[in-house]
T-cell receptor, first 114, second 111 residues
Framework: DGGITQSPKYLFRKEGQNVTLSCEQNLNHDAMYWYRQDPGQGLRLIYYSQIVNDFQKGDIAEGYSVSREKKESFPLTVTSAQKNPTAFYLC?????????????FGSGTQLSVL | KNEVEQSPQNLTAQEGEFITINCSYSVGISALHWLQQHPGGGIVSLFMLSSGKKKHGRLIATINIQEKHSSLHITASHPRDSAVYICAVPNYGGSQGNLIFGKGTKLSVKP
């Protein structure tokens, strides 16, 4: 079955540590997105990529980094510069960059600080 | 920038009740999305609509473009419908292809 796989489901970060969240899709989608969800808030865009080897900052990119070396993969690194990383992180993809395409989501990663 | 408001924030219903969740937005749009977030966190796209009404099983989504308002209805609600329902609209002034998401409506259906 086609879909988006995020791992791990739970992740703990120590102070000063960088951690990487994995996102893999086998839907052959061009566009991929990373969102952050905080309690009581709407999803906010961290980074997005429309094509391999290209990505753009979203609304809250500070303290995060991404890469898009393969169409299927869009990992997110939460760096030590992100001072408040505790949140639920969702990866999504769609067939094209237009607004009128459905978004497909992964099951999310809950990141907590030790 | 588009503003999205959902109501109610929380909703408790008895099994079998008819449910309505509302979404209002401030800027005219080409399409609106309804999403369902399961208790485990995963999100599923329910509907994408630009006019009129769409139906899938017991779920019905309507949109009034002139009034900038959409509703999600659930007929004969069931405990398995318990989830957070989120509406989202295009962010025309922001990152290309991105959506602005409402804060969600948490629905709990009691048996």
């Amino acid at each position: 079955d086609g879909g988006i796989t995020q791992s791990p489901k739970y992740l703990f970060r120590k102070e000063g540590q960088n951690v990487t969240l994995s996102c893999e899709q086998n839907l052959n989608h061009d566009a991929m997105y990373w969102y952050r969800q905080d309690p009581g808030q709407g999803l906010r865009l961290i980074y997005y990529s429309q094509i391999v080897n290209d990505f753009q900052k979203g609304d809250i990119a500070e303290g995060y980094s991404v890469s898009r070396e393969k169409k299927e993969s869009f990992p997110l690194t939460v760096t030590s510069a992100q001072k408040n990383p505790t949140a639920f992180y969702l990866c999504a993809s769609r067939n094209s960059k237009t607004f009128n395409e459905k978004l497909f989501f992964g099951s999310g990663t809950q990141l907590s600080v030790l | 920038k588009n503003e999205v408001e959902q109501s109610p924030q929380n909703l408790t219903a008895q099994e079998g009740e008819f449910i309505t969740i509302n979404c209002s937005y401030s800027v005219g749009i080409s399409a609106l999305h309804w999403l369902q977030q399961h208790p485990g966190g995963g999100i599923v796209s329910l509907f994408m609509l630009s006019s009129g009404k769409k139906k899938h099983g017991r779920l019905i989504a309507t949109i009034n473009i002139q009034e900038k308002h959409s509703s999600l209805h659930i007929t004969a609600s069931h405990p398995r419908d318990s989830a957070v329902y989120i509406c989202a609209v295009p962010n025309y002034g922001g990152s290309q292809g991105n959506l602005i998401f409402g804060k969600g409506t948490k629905l709990s259906v009691k048996p």
